[in-house]
């Protein structure tokens, strides 16, 4: 995986935590950072698969 994908996702990451729900950042910034995290992984995974992802493969986790 490309370390510079990684590190991205990871900013991102931390930037939601940083300027997140009591932060500077309003609700639809949290959403589109949390997007970005997203295609980011999307993206890692399509470089590191060499496939693209197939959404059958994601499932909700059971209700406890």
Same mark, same amino acid.
């Given at each position: 995986?490309? %370390?510079? *994908?990684?590190?991205e996702i @990871?900013? *991102?990451a931390l930037s %939601? *935590? $940083?300027n997140g729900p009591h932060g500077t950042q309003t @609700? @639809? $910034?949290d959403t589109n950072t949390l997007l970005l995290i997203l295609q980011k992984g999307v993206l @890692?995974? $399509?470089?590191?698969?060499?496939q693209a992802l197939d959404p059958? *493969?994601?499932h909700t986790e059971a209700a406890v």
């Amino acid at each position: 995986m490309n %370390l510079d *994908l990684i590190m991205e996702i @990871a900013q *991102l990451a931390l930037s %939601l *935590l $940083e300027n997140g729900p009591h932060g500077t950042q309003t @609700a @639809a $910034e949290d959403t589109n950072t949390l997007l970005l995290i997203l295609q980011k992984g999307v993206l @890692a995974y $399509e470089q590191q698969t060499g496939q693209a992802l197939d959404p059958k *493969l994601i499932h909700t986790e059971a209700a406890v």
